[in-house]
């Protein structure tokens, strides 16, 4: 159900191909019932080679601001006015903020899963000693948002000179803060047995094929670690049962899903809305 619409309500969308699976449109629609804004969020379906007239149908319909899924996140950068920092060291925005026709984009995928991780598991990675799976789109947007704070983040990737490219952007950022190395061997698990938080980006595990998982053995995980997975279909993935069966915490995608939107939600409308509004939606 959409709140009524009249002649100034503001226009806020997602532009991606496909995009009739997105829980965006469900999440923020809710998010403006239970502020009562005068909002709405509709789904935008744009084809790659149509997408620089997408941007500019943004400028020309007043759109309060856009987010930007696949195939986009990259592509759309060179079309707008300007970019977050964050953004531009990640190297894809999710979403666009509409000044009076000046586009800035921004990237709240990796703060997304920093707001879950404190608002479902109460932690922080300050201090902390994390490991990341994979060095993708979502591992670098994790990893830069993670640099600031994190003790050590230690990217280990199928393609090792992927990761140890992200390590080294890393300690450009902050020196010393990141190590790369491959998804196996026993140096490996024995970084994975000293890390507080590891986190799968990978897609293993994601549906239709529910049986894959990242890692083949689990003798690494211990109490007192945080195992997650930004996979959120299934829920839970065969990646958090096991490191779950051994007595490690574990944190689903859905979380960074409902941060991201949540970081993005603040950026249209300059206002706040609770977690569990836009958690409850995925
Ligand atoms: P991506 O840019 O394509 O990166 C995929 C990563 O996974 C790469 O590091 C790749 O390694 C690795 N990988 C892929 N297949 C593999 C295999 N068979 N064995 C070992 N490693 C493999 O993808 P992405 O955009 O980061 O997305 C990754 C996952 O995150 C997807 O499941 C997506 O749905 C999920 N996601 C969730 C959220 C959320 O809000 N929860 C947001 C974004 C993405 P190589 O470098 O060796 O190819």
Not at 58 to 77: D, M, Q, R, Y
Not at 221 to 229: E, H, I, K, T
Not at 235 to 244: N, S, V
Not at 264 to 270: D, N
């Amino acid at each position: 159900m959409i709140m009524s619409i009249n002649g100034t309500t503001r226009i806020v969308g997602v532009i991606g191909s496909p995009v009739a699976h997105t829980a965006s449109p469900a999440m923020h629609n809710a998010a403006y019932r239970a502020l009562s804004l005068n909002y709405v969020y509709v789904p935008l379906l744009v084809a790659p080679a149509d997408l620089r007239d997408g941007v500019a149908a943004i400028k020309t319909l007043h759109f309060a601001g856009i987010n930007v899924t696949i195939p986009h996140k990259e592509s759309i950068i060179s079309l707008l006015d300007e970019v977050d920092p964050l953004a531009v060291e990640i190297g894809a925005v999710n979403t666009v903020v509409n000044q009076g026709g000046r586009l800035t984009g921004y990237n709240t995928d990796g703060n997304g899963f920093i707001l879950a991780l404190k608002a479902e598991k109460g932690v922080s990675p300050k201090g902390k000693r994390v490991t990341v799976l994979g060095a993708g789109g979502s591992a670098k947007a994790i990893a830069f948002s993670l640099a600031a704070e994190a003790e050590h983040i230690h990217i280990a990737n199928r393609s090792t000179g992927r990761a140890a490219e992200l390590a080294a952007r890393l300690n450009r950022v902050r020196a010393g803060v990141a190590a790369a190395g491959p998804m196996e061997g026993e140096a490996f698990f024995s970084v994975l047995h000293q890390s507080d938080i590891v986190i799968n980006t990978t897609p293993l595990g994601m549906a239709p094929d529910t049986s894959q998982c990242p890692l083949n053995q689990f003798d690494w995980v211990r109490p007192g670690q945080l195992v997650c997975d930004i996979i959120y279909k299934p829920a839970q993935t065969i990646f958090m049962a096991e490191a779950a069966a051994r007595g490690a915490a574990v944190m689903g995608g859905a979380g960074m899903l409902a941060g991201q939107g949540i970081l993005g939600f603040e950026l249209f409308t300059g206002r706040n809305v609770p977690y569990d509004v836009m958690r409850k939606e995925i």
